[in-house]
Nanobody, 125 residues
Framework: QVQLVESGGGLVQAGGSLRLSCAASGRTFSGYAMGWFRQAPGKEREFVGCITWSGGNTDLADSVKGRFTISRDKAKNTVYLQMNSLKPEDTAVYYC??????????????????WGQGTQVTVSS
């Protein structure tokens, strides 16, 4: 059974940085895509970014391009979301996701089978 455990959330001032980590376990992830979604209070879940495990291809939402980067460390079975120049509107619970996609990048939440428990990111103005 795939398990995803997020860490690294917290409170930061606008303009600051945070790095979220997602430790994955339960199988090998060749052929998988992994990514991040976020959900703010009263809003729908929103795609942030994703990465293919094998090739490292990435996709990021327009709202975070130029500020966030997504990467993975195969040796540590961990996916990272580096968030720079944070804004109050980035405040949300951030979820790590995964599924076998055979190299395809997916941006819809209903496409992902495995979800972490979420980590809170709060950006103060």
């Amino acid at each position: 059974q795939v398990q995803l455990v997020e860490s690294g959330g917290g409170l930061v001032q606008a303009g600051g940085s945070l790095r979220l980590s997602c430790a994955a376990s339960g199988r090998t992830f060749s052929g998988y895509a992994m990514g991040w979604f976020r959900q703010a209070p009263g809003k729908e879940r929103e795609f942030v970014g994703c990465i293919t495990w094998s090739g490292g291809n990435t996709d990021l939402a327009d709202s975070v391009k130029g500020r966030f980067t997504i990467s993975r460390d195969k040796a540590k079975n961990t996916v990272y979301l580096q968030m720079n120049s944070l804004k109050p509107e980035d405040t949300a619970v951030y979820y790590c996701v995964a599924r076998e996609t055979w190299g395809i990048l997916l941006v819809n939440s209903y496409d992902y089978k495995y979800w972490g428990q979420g980590t809170q990111v709060t950006v103060s103005s």
